[in-house]
C-alpha cells in the first residue's frame, strides 16, 4: 500500500527528524537524540572519533544538549561518562561549510578536568572536509585538548552500518534523510539553473574550462565572491559558449576547497588565499532545439528555470519568464 505524502509549511516531510525543522539547533537535537537511543550508533561514532582501544562503557554515558556554563559558553552536544574521567567529549556542530573560531572552541576547555586530558575530545562537525578545514584554520589543539573535524557526510555514512536493533536500523534511516534533506546545501527541490559562459581560455597550463566540464565532468568558481558567485551550491548548472546553451548538468555533490593541485594535477600544489566550490556534474541534459543565449551581455551569469531553459527560445527569454513566474507565484 502506498504511503501518503505528509507536508509541513508546503515542504515534504522525509523523517520524523524533520518535524523539528532545519535550523542549526534542530540538526543538534536529532542527533543528540539519535546518540541515545541507538547505542550502536553512538559506539561507531565514538570509536570513529576517539583513540583506537580506548575503553569506554555505554551504559555509563549521558548525552546532553545545549548545556549552558557562564564564560564556558554554551555546548551543542557533550558525550560524557557520568562517573569518572574516562570520556569527555564536546561537539561543535555547524550547517554548512563553517566551523567554530578559536576564541569560541578555547570557551570550552575549562569544562574539562584537570587530568586525563588525552581522554578529552572536541569534535567539530560541518559540511566541510577535514583538510578544507585545517587548511581554514582548524586547529589540531586548544590548550592541550585534541580537535577533530568530521563531516556531515562521514555521519551520515556511520548511518549505513546496518547494526542494532530494528528500531536502532529504523532510526538511522530516519536520520540518514533527515540529514540528505538539509545538510546539503542544495535546494533538491529546486529546478532553478545556474548559466555559466564558458571561454577558451586555459584554467591551468593545457587545460581549458570546456576540458574540465566536457572531460572531467567537472567545474568549479569562486565561494561566495564580491563578483556575485553563489555561496550555496545550485542544484542544476548550465553552460553555454558559441552563443547557445551546451548542456544542463544536475551537480551531484559540491565541496569547497583551496588546493587547486588535489583534484587537478596540471595546477601546482599549494594553498590558495580563497576558497572555492568544485562540482561533480550529472550526465548532460541537452535541448531539444538550438537555444540561443539572447539578450543576456558578455559573461553574464543568469537564473533561469529548468522547463523553460529547454523550451524558450533564448537564455534570456527563459530567465525573463522565470522571474515572471515567480513573482506570480
Same mark, same amino acid.
Do not use: C, M
Given at each position: 500500500m502506498k504511503i501518503p505524502e505528509l507536508r509541513l /509549511?508546503?515542504?515534504?516531510?522525509? @523523517?520524523? *527528524?524533520? $518535524? $523539528? %525543522?532545519? +535550523?542549526?539547533?534542530?540538526?543538534?537535537? @536529532?542527533? %543528540?537524540? &539519535?546518540? @541515545?537511543? @541507538?547505542? /550502536? *550508533? #553512538?559506539?561507531?561514532? #565514538? +570509536? +570513529?572519533? #576517539?583513540?583506537?582501544? $580506548?575503553?569506554?562503557?555505554?551504559?555509563? $554515558?549521558?548525552?546532553?544538549?545545549?548545556? /549552558? +556554563?557562564?564564560? &564556558?559558553?554554551i555546548t551543542d552536544i557533550e558525550i560524557r561518562e557520568i562517573s569518572g574521567t574516562n570520556v569527555h567529549v564536546i561537539i561543535e556542530a555547524k550547517r554548512g561549510w563553517s566551523f567554530p573560531s578559536l576564541d569560541q572552541l578555547e570557551k570550552y576547555v575549562p569544562r574539562f578536568r584537570n587530568t586525563n586530558r588525552d581522554l578529552y575530545l572536541i569534535v567539530t562537525m560541518s559540511e566541510c572536509s577535514e583538510e578544507y578545514a585545517r587548511a581554514s584554520g582548524l586547529p589540531t589543539k586548544v590548550n592541550g585538548i585534541a580537535v577533530k573535524h568530521i563531516s556531515w557526510s562521514e555521519i551520515s555514512s556511520l548511518c549505513n552500518s546496518g547494526v542494532g536493533s530494528h528500531a536502532e536500523k529504523r532510526l538511522m534511516r530516519e536520520l540518514k534523510n533527515y540529514l540528505a534533506t538539509i545538510v546539503n546545501m542544495q535546494k533538491q527541490d529546486s529546478n532553478w539553473v545556474y548559466v555559466v559562459s564558458l571561454g577558451n581560455q586555459e584554467c591551468a597550463p593545457g587545460l581549458t574550462f570546456k576540458q574540465v566540464v566536457n572531460e572531467r565532468k567537472r567545474y568549479f568558481h569562486p565561494y561566495g565572491s564580491g563578483e556575485r558567485w553563489p555561496k550555496e551550491p545550485p542544484n542544476y548548472i548550465g553552460f553555454r559558449y558559441d552563443g547557445i546553451l551546451q548542456s544542463i548538468h544536475h551537480i551531484e555533490s559540491a565541496e569547497l576547497f583551496k588546493n587547486f593541485h588535489l583534484h587537478f594535477p596540471e595546477y601546482p600544489d599549494e594553498i590558495e588565499d580563497g576558497a572555492r566550490y568544485l562540482y561533480k556534474l550529472g550526465p548532460a541534459i541537452r535541448p531539444l532545439h538550438e537555444v540561443k543565449a539572447g539578450a543576456i551581455v558578455r559573461s553574464l551569469r543568469v537564473w533561469a528555470m529548468l522547463d523553460l531553459l529547454l523550451t524558450c527560445q533564448t537564455i534570456s527569454e527563459a530567465r525573463d519568464k522565470s522571474y515572471k513566474r515567480l513573482e506570480q507565484i
Open positions: /509549511h508546503n515542504r515534504n516531510i522525509e @523523517s520524523i *527528524f524533520s $518535524l $523539528l %525543522g532545519e +535550523k542549526e539547533n534542530d540538526i543538534t537535537y @536529532s542527533l %543528540g537524540w &539519535a546518540f @541515545s537511543r @541507538s547505542p /550502536h *550508533f #553512538l559506539q561507531l561514532f #565514538l +570509536k +570513529k572519533i #576517539l583513540p583506537p582501544n $580506548l575503553y569506554f562503557n555505554i551504559e555509563e $554515558l549521558e548525552i546532553v544538549l545545549q548545556e /549552558h +556554563k557562564g564564560e &564556558a559558553g
